[in-house]
């Protein structure tokens, strides 16, 4: 079954499994747009579907994946994707990070992606024509910043919605890329909660336990292994940073803030506080904002800890 | 055609590209300079 090697994201499963079924009916892959946080695991979705789109001959199609923000023209992207990867032949092209592009080549793929009469596509650029066939010829987009996205480009592909990975999910991603090391329950448990619901945090911390692992002769982790391993590398509860740990503190010991105030204390100016740090701590009930910032009783307990 | 004297000609040549999209061919002016054409795409094939 396509996508069992992947771990959560049901509902996205559920959709690309939808689209690969009508793609060996009709040959035809809609213009897949992957939408969600970093860690989420776009990429790897989309090259998993990218495997299961098949040629003619029933192998797997070249997959071709763009680096979007290196993407500068659309004389570029004809000279060194379309002439070697696209014309005459069958391929997937992933562009990765699609926010990234530049407005013109946009504007191109506005009318590239314009299917209204057909399954077949020519434009002509510099006097020369450029034919997209799309029964041969699949294209995924991914972002993490649909709203910077050109909204009638936009609304030319059907969005692939991200959720966070659950922390049971998180802990099955761990687990599979530690083959022979073993865990007390309450040490996956507390191991997972530094994930921040982020599979790349996750992967971070495989390497960390596989490291810590060599050095120190360790094929089983209860809380003793792990409390040593999350002070040596300063990894807080909840996988906090030092920033956030560092707001938290404040408002335990300085009382309510208003954003100004807490600026000065932490030495950040107020955007990057509200971009960068409070974000996860408010999502995770740790603060509220109610005029001024205040921690909460859950802020409370987890410093305590 | 007074008020069209006066847009530069890019701007009427992305008039047209609208108007010949109406059609299944698209006529596409790249204003982009040639030279960023030398830049390279980061990819991977797989």
Request: contains cysteine; hydrophobic residues 40%; glycine residues 6%.
């Amino acid at each position: 079954m396509a996508f069992d090697k992947l771990v959560g994201q049901h509902s996205v499963k559920k959709k690309l499994g939808f689209y690969l079924e009508a793609y060996n009916s009709t040959s035809i892959v809609p213009f897949l747009n992957f939408v969600g946080a970093k860690g989420l695991g776009k990429t790897e979705f989309a090259r998993e579907f990218g495997r299961n789109i098949l040629n003619a001959e029933g192998n797997k199609r070249t997959f071709v994946e763009i680096n979007s923000s290196t993407v500068k023209g659309v004389s570029q992207f004809f000279e060194q994707i379309y002439l070697p990867f696209i014309l005459d032949k069958e391929v997937t092209v992933f562009f990765d990070e699609a926010h990234a592009l530049p407005k013109e080549v946009v504007m191109v793929f506005l009318s590239i992606f314009n299917t209204e009469d057909g399954s077949e596509k020519t434009i002509i650029h510099k006097e020369t024509a450029y034919t997209f066939d799309f029964k041969k010829h699949s294209f995924l987009f991914a972002t993490t910043e649909s709203d910077k996205i050109f909204a009638p480009f936009k609304d030319r592909l059907i969005t692939i919605d991200f959720d966070n990975y659950s922390q049971e999910d998180l802990s099955q991603i761990f687990l599979n890329n530690l083959q022979n090391i073993t865990f007390a329950p309450d040490a996956l448990e507390y191991i997972s909660s530094t994930f921040r619901g982020n599979a790349r945090n996750c992967v971070q911390r495989v390497k960390d336990i596989q490291f810590y692992s060599v050095s120190r002769n360790v094929n089983h982790f209860s809380m003793t292994e792990i409390k040593d391993l999350c002070d040596t590398l300063g990894i807080l509860p909840q996988g906090c940073t030092q920033i956030e740990w560092r707001i938290l503190n404040i408002l335990r010991k300085e009382g309510r803030q208003s954003l100004q105030g807490l600026s000065a204390r932490t030495g950040l100016s107020r955007s990057s506080i509200q971009k960068d740090h409070e974000n996860y701590l408010l999502s995770r009930g740790y603060m509220e904002i109610d005029i001024q910032r205040v921690i909460t009783a859950k802020g409370c307990a987890l410093l305590g800890k | 055609m007074q008020k069209l004297d006066k847009i530069k000609s890019t701007e009427v040549k992305v008039s047209r590209t609208w108007l010949l999209d109406l059609d299944k061919t698209t006529v596409i002016d790249d204003t982009v300079p040639q030279s960023d054409a030398v830049e390279k795409i980061e990819f991977k094939v797989s």
